[in-house]
């Protein structure tokens, strides 16, 4: 899990008692993504959940998978507007910032 402007990695940890990893496939909502056993510095393009899921094939054509769902959170809309002021006088913030979903803290 993560925030939407993060880069996320993906490492396949996967293990052959008496064999090696051949072939992997990453797949996110169903759609292929990579072909590499690791996946490094990926980006989504939008907030949600997403489901991942990785495929293995050892070298004796043995394949198994895993699935995993991810939430991506999104990024807050800073913002914010002040009184007019002047040099050496207290003025007013008023935070404007929002956020598609959840809520701000802090």
Same mark, same amino acid.
């Given at each position: 899990d993560g925030c939407l402007d993060e880069e996320f990695d993906f490492l396949d940890e996967t293990t052959v008692l008496g064999g090696t990893t051949e072939n992997w496939m990453w797949m996110l909502d169903g759609q292929i993504i990579s072909g590499d056993?690791?996946?490094?510095?990926? =980006?989504?393009?939008?907030?949600?959940?997403?489901? =991942?899921? =990785?495929?293995?094939?050892?070298?004796?054509?043995c394949v198994d998978?895993?699935?995993?769902?991810?939430?991506?959170?999104?990024?807050?809309?800073?913002d914010f507007e002040t009184d007019d002021f002047c040099a050496d006088v207290l003025t007013n913030l008023s935070n404007l910032t929002t956020i598609d979903d959840g809520q701000i803290t802090g």
């Open positions: 056993q690791n996946v490094e510095g990926f =980006l989504f393009n939008d907030w949600g959940t997403y489901d =991942l899921q =990785l495929m293995v094939e050892s070298n004796e054509g998978s895993l699935a995993q769902s991810i939430d991506v959170f999104p990024m807050p809309e800073l």
